[in-house]
């Protein structure tokens, strides 16, 4: 089994993640299922005490130049502040993401972000001593 996610390192890079999060966590305040998520069970957790307990992370470091733009289509996607959603106020986000995202952005508008691609592996335990 494979699960995969991104995180952002604390390198000079990304400066900008924290507003950014405090950003998305300002407009997900009435999510109702914000509690049951940061409440869960790290998936690592989980899974040490299942069948699949031989745990193996995999990560790719990019840096990458993104547009302004980018980081207010990536506010809006999260679901706590999708379009439609009862007091989402997706137009004020936008403004507010552009604003805190441009102060990081170069001449050309766009930020440079290292991103951190990962893998959590979970394997039965015999399966990865046959390899």
């Known amino acids: 089994m494979a699960l995969f996610g991104e995180t952002y390192p604390e390198v000079p890079a990304n400066a900008w993640h924290k507003e950014f999060q405090a950003l998305i966590d300002k407009y997900s305040t009435e999510d109702p299922a914000r509690p049951q998520i940061r409440e869960s069970a790290k998936n690592e957790a989980v899974l040490l005490d299942s069948a699949f307990s031989h745990l193996e992370r995999i990560s790719v470091l990019e840096p990458r130049e993104t547009p302004v733009e980018r980081f207010v289509d990536r506010a809006l996607s999260f679901a706590a502040t999708w379009h439609g959603r009862p007091g989402s106020r997706e137009e004020d986000l936008a403004v507010e993401v552009r ?33």
Request: aromatic share 0%; proline share 3%; no cysteine.
């Open 99 to 131: 604003k805190a995202i441009a102060k990081h952005a170069g001449a050309d508008g766009a930020v440079r972000e290292v991103l951190e691609g990962h893998a959590l592996v979970a394997r039965r335990p015999r399966e990865a001593l046959a390899d």
